[in-house]
């Protein structure tokens, strides 16, 4: 028998390291529990190259700073390039038919791309002595083997850089002069670039300058009364427009043979009724300029007299395109209307602009709002006229591109602008609707198996692996629209900068639905915006058949003042079911309470300029469940530029049931001259903590301190408030705080000296870490402080525990004023950070891990065990045991730690998590420019079995070791019977 039974565990050992659970992530795995989206943004300037040989393609600059270069046929991405968020595109070009030329920061740095693969070619930095508007000029006719000079105006300097390897050839200040200069005209062949601009003394001026060497050639001037408004554009090569400071007359500047002659045509001669907010439309047609007021659109043409006629009138929602040069002399360019579900695109000459050249209908998804931009490129068509396509901005953000009456592709690009995240769960599955898929055959389900079982032998083709992978992804639950018991399945809610909602499917981000917010587009004179995004109503499902909903808060306006617009919206069909807005009060802060009236709305505080109180819904129910929890609420508000923070209460009002007075508790003024706020966290306010007890080595207990009403803020003194390195270490200090927001208690308080900004800190439970630089190391370092409830030390005793004189049940309140103590240690870590985050988990048991946004755009999940402050040198048997590691005076990077994998989130703003039913899963959503989602497990999966997991091969190994166990019992019975005759 003992027999039977080693080689029963033999058996045993060697299938289940067969069944060994691997948390790796293997090539065919890719994809089942991530998904990465690559976006671009709102698109701010296209430049078309469809030459006959080679790809067709367009150029591309967003106002997320983005450099791409797109697919022509398809919409997909050939490269792109992010740039930051302190290097704003100012133009972009093409030279020699090679280069991608972008001007970048303010004209000061010019760059050069490699057209087929965007490797950058060379860099050119520009400097002036005064802030101007970036021009960038490149010659039209260049040749591949010609080295014409790129010109560059820019800090009030007009600069010469060759176009073949970014050399500066010569440079002309117009800050001497004190010109402002408005355009840069160079025409082909020529070998004089002439710059036209205006003084300070409403004075116009023209320079002839020569191409070579920069020598001013001729100079021309000519003064006018009162001013110019908005910039001066050319309508031909000698003549300019440009209205005047009032906007009420339009002045048209002819330079002829050294002298300069302006005409006067007020507005209202070529407009009748016109407004005060007339503008120039720098559509660049020859010989024509455009003007826009509030009520319409007019194209009014020069003549050789000088004469302004006014040829056509349109609507002023009409979006007008710049010029697109067809042949010589010859010009084209688009108008696009705006109707009920549909655009009429319709292309017209310059020289005809009575009839039509082009018009399309096209039908058009009205989520996607106006049209906000439109280029045009033209192409040869089989009978050799000419045909035109064209690349539309839409309000949402989104491209399109149009051709032939079509839309011939799409890109949603208002998902690189996310500006907040919620979540919704997934309706409940019915009854009678199976949960897994069934198998279509046998054959299918022992070739999925036969697939797989090479695939964790590492015998599978690169053809099979894609093949595995692609039966996962079929046979996988995760991308059904109700949900699953471990709470994988969610929608996430996503908010963009356009005002427009998405919802994306958790399983495989795809979009659900998208709503264009009409709430946020109800102002005629300014855009409305979106700020934040609540969880409105989340129903029980036993108990009510409604849907869940969400609110959305934008203002109207770019002022703090600017009246608000609220708007809830259906979870699941993203209807928007109540248009709240535009409010009459404004909005700083939304304030989630923690009441809900009887049909599970969640009660909010929206806090306007005043300090005023607002309460949504305003329902009397939920004004009664404020009244009666009143007392209880408190709120902050932090002055970064004044340097004072503020604690309010609630004072009812009889002015308004919803609407409440603030009450001033307390405030903490930081001295101007030593401290400057740069940073302030809280914890999530749905954050889970599992026990307020931490069992230490040697069985001892510490009491966490954990209040809500905490508040983590990090200042530097003021020299240090700039950029790294703009303040040496003696005069840069950092201060850190643990504020108690209910009586302005400074719980904490330590001082980094030598250190600045900027500075990342994530507050959970009872511990913040912060991320921030110390100059004296010339590194980056990750400070951690824990803060423990000295009042409740004295539970440790058992006896007192045991006769009940304990104080476990004690009521916590700020007003109590525990006695605290805190431990904190500093570590240095290699990268610079973008966001922090640490995962969440529904009951709060799993250990915790910081989800760091490094430099990379890439997520790192550090163990929060390297950031304890109890770390030491030689930890005792006892410490050992409880997990502390020994002390190193660097934070480990390990590449396997990298949640994203080989992904870049590029421009990586935020970090969300989200806990899963799953105690062991957290959720995880990365989004910028990119969008990223995963699961992770930071202590494992120890509560379930993986998705991959081989119940085939763990039913083998249940038969075989049964078989295993009855052939050794009738062995070993054999030979019991054998030695009992002997």
Not at 683 to 690: A, D, L, Y
Request: hydrophobic content about 40%; some cysteine; overall charge neutral.
């Amino acid at each position: 028998m003992a027999m039977a039974i080693k080689l029963s565990l033999i058996l045993l050992l060697c299938l289940s390291s067969l069944l060994a659970p691997s948390f790796s992530l293997f090539e065919d795995q890719v994809g089942l529990m991530d998904w990465h989206q690559r976006y671009i943004g709102k698109v701010k300037h296209a430049v078309f190259h469809t030459q006959k040989a080679g790809r067709k393609r367009v150029l591309v600059s967003t106002e997320e700073n983005v450099i791409a270069s797109l697919d022509l046929r398809r919409g997909e991405i050939f490269w792109r390039h992010v740039l930051g968020p302190n290097d704003v595109v100012d133009k972009i070009d093409i030279a020699l038919g090679k280069y991608v030329i972008t001007l970048s920061s303010e004209g000061s740095i010019l760059r050069a791309w490699n057209l087929p693969d965007g490797q950058m070619v060379w860099e050119s930095f520009l400097s002036g002595s005064k802030y101007s508007k970036a021009l960038l000029t490149v010659p039209s006719n260049l040749k591949v083997d010609l080295d014409s000079p790129i010109f560059v105006y820019s800090g009030g300097c007009l600069h010469a850089i060759s176009s073949i390897d970014g050399e500066y050839l010569w440079k002309k200040d117009f800050a001497i002069e004190s010109v402002d200069v408005h355009q840069l005209i160079l025409s082909g062949g020529s070998d004089v670039v002439h710059a036209v601009g205006v003084t300070d003394s409403s004075q116009f001026d023209t320079y002839e300058i020569d191409v070579k060497n920069g020598g001013l050639l001729k100079h021309t001037s000519a003064s006018f009364p009162g001013g110019v408004y908005g910039e001066i554009l050319p309508v031909s090569g000698d003549r300019f427009v440009v209205l005047d400071a009032s906007r009420s007359v339009v002045l048209l500047i002819t330079v002829n043979n050294g002298a300069t002659h302006l005409q006067q045509t007020h507005v209202s001669d070529l407009i009748h009724g016109s407004s005060e907010n007339t503008v120039i439309l720098p559509s660049k047609l020859s010989g024509i300029f455009s003007l826009r007021t509030d009520s319409c659109i007019v194209f009014v043409k020069v003549t050789d007299e000088g004469k302004l006629n006014v040829m056509e009138k349109v609507d002023k929602t009409v979006v007008v395109s710049d010029a697109l040069a067809l042949s010589e002399g010859e010009q084209a360019f688009a108008l696009v209307q705006q109707g009920d579900s549909k655009i009429e695109l319709s292309v017209r000459l310059v020289h005809d602009m009575s009839s039509n050249h082009l018009k399309e209908t096209v039908k058009m998804d009205h989520e996607r709002g106006f049209v906000h931009k439109i280029f045009i490129n033209n192409y040869v068509r089989t009978d050799r006229s000419h045909g035109f396509r064209a690349l539309i901005v839409m309000e949402d953000h989104s491209l399109l591109l149009l051709q032939q009456g079509e839309i011939v592709w799409t890109r949603d690009d208002g998902l690189a602008s996310v500006i907040d995240v919620t979540t919704s769960e997934l309706p409940v599955e019915k009854i009678g609707v199976s949960v897994a898929k069934v198998e279509h055959s046998l054959f299918e389900w022992l070739k999925g198996h036969m697939l797989k079982l090479k695939g964790t032998l590492m015998l599978a083709t690169p053809d099979e692996v894609a093949a595995i992978q692609q039966i996962r992804l079929q046979s996988s639950q995760k991308n059904k629209m109700t949900r699953d018991h471990n709470g994988f399945r969610k929608l996430l809610i996503l908010l963009t900068r356009a005002g427009k909602l998405y919802a994306l499917h958790t399983g495989n981000g795809r979009v659900v639905w998208s709503t264009l917010l009409q709430s946020l587009r109800t102002t005629s004179q300014q855009q409305c915006a979106g700020l934040k995004l609540r969880q409105w109503q989340v129903p029980h499902h036993h108990a009510l058949d409604n849907n869940p909903s969400v609110l959305v808060v934008g203002r109207c306006g770019l002022s703090l003042t600017s009246p608000s617009a609220l708007s809830i919206v259906d979870a699941y069909t993203g209807k928007e079911l109540q248009n709240l807005g535009p409010a009459e009060h404004s909005t700083v802060q939304v304030i989630t309470l923690p009441f809900r009236d009887s049909t599970e709305q969640q009660l909010h505080l929206l806090i306007d300029a005043d300090k005023r109180a607002h309460l949504y819904p305003t329902t009397p129910e939920a004004a009664s469940i404020f009244q009666r929890e009143s007392e209880n609420v408190y709120w902050y508000s932090v002055e970064s530029e004044a340097g004072i923070l503020r604690g309010y209460g609630v004072k009812k009002t009889h002015s308004s049931e919803y609407s409440f007075e603030a009450r001033n508790l307390w405030s903490i003024v930081f001295p101007a001259e030593s401290e400057k706020i740069i940073a302030t966290v809280t914890r999530k306010p749905n954050e889970v903590v599992h026990t307020q007890a931490k069992v230490i080595a040697d069985e001892d207990v510490m009491y966490k301190y954990i209040s809500k009403n905490m508040v983590f803020v990090a200042t530097v003194s003021p020299k240090a408030s700039g950029p790294i390195g703009s303040a040496t270490p003696d005069e840069s200090v950092l201060v850190v705080y643990l504020i108690d927001t209910v009586t302005g208690r400074i719980l904490h308080r330590m001082t980094h000296l030598g250190s600045q900004g900027p500075v990342h800190a994530v507050l959970s439970e009872n511990w913040v870490v912060y991320h921030y630089f110390n100059l004296r190391a010339h590194r980056y370092e990750m400070s951690v402080i824990e803060i423990y409830d000295q009042s409740r030390a004295e539970n440790k005793d058992v006896l007192k525990l045991i006769v009940g004189k304990h104080n476990l049940t004690t009521p916590v309140s700020s007003y109590s004023r525990p006695e605290v103590t805190t431990k904190s240690q500093s570590y240095f870590f290699t990268h610079s950070v973008k966001a922090i985050s640490v995962s969440s988990t529904a009951k709060g048991i799993t250990s915790k891990h910081l989800l760091i946004g490094t430099i990379g755009d890439q997520v790192l999940a550090l163990d929060k065990r390297f950031v304890d402050p109890r770390r030491s040198l030689n930890p005792t048997q006892a410490e050992k045991e409880e997990g502390l590691l020994p002390l190193t005076d660097a934070l480990p990077i390990i590449p396997q730690s990298y949640v994203t994998h080989a992904f870049k989130v590029e421009g990586l703003r935020g970090i969300e998590t989200i806990p899963a039913k799953l105690e062991s899963t957290s959720l995880v959503f990365a989004y910028g420019v990119d969008l990223f989602y995963t699961r992770i497990a930071p202590s494992k999966t120890y509560d379930s079995l993986t998705e991959d997991f081989n119940y085939a091969l763990l039913l083998l190994t249940i038969v075989a070791l049964v078989i295993a166990i009855f052939v050794t019992w009738v062995l070993s019975e054999r030979k019991d019977l054998q030695d009992k005759w002997r």
